[in-house]
């Protein structure tokens, strides 16, 4: 039994691991953690199934405050860097058609001068 195999983990990183970036800053972050703990408050004086609703929703918010990372804030930046992405090429291929459009018309010309 000489024969020492290593074991390698089957995941290589969880989230608690890596630290997102923080996409949550000034104002936005402040609003958060004030919200947060209003509605925590609400919801702990309020009671019930929507005080435990309203109580979740401001830990959430008082979560992200804390970290200064949001998730959904995350997910629709990343959509809109793909939709720039997409702008920017059919920009592009704009471009290129109207400079195959203004090739076709010399060349049209130059053949219609050379015939005629």
């Known amino acids: ?9 089957v995941i290589q990183s969880t989230p608690f691991q890596t630290q997102p970036t923080q996409n949550v800053q000034g104002w936005e972050r ?3 953690l004030a919200g947060g703990v209003v509605m925590m408050g609400k919801g702990i004086r309020r009671g019930g199934f ?7 929703i401001g830990g959430a918010a008082l979560a992200r405050g804390i970290s200064g ?17 997409v702008r920017t090429k059919i920009e592009r291929a704009g471009e290129e058609l109207k400079n195959l459009k203004t090739q076709a018309e ?4 130059k053949a219609t001068k050379t015939v005629g």
Request: hydrophobic content about 40%.
């Open 1 to 9: 039994m000489s024969d020492s195999k290593t074991l390698k983990p």
């Open 30 to 32: 402040i609003g958060s």
């Open 50 to 56: 929507f005080g435990l609703i309203q109580v979740a």
């Open 69 to 85: 990372h949001c998730s959904a804030k995350s997910l629709l930046d990343k959509s809109r860097q793909e939709m720039n992405t």
């Open 106 to 109: 010399v060349a049209a010309e």
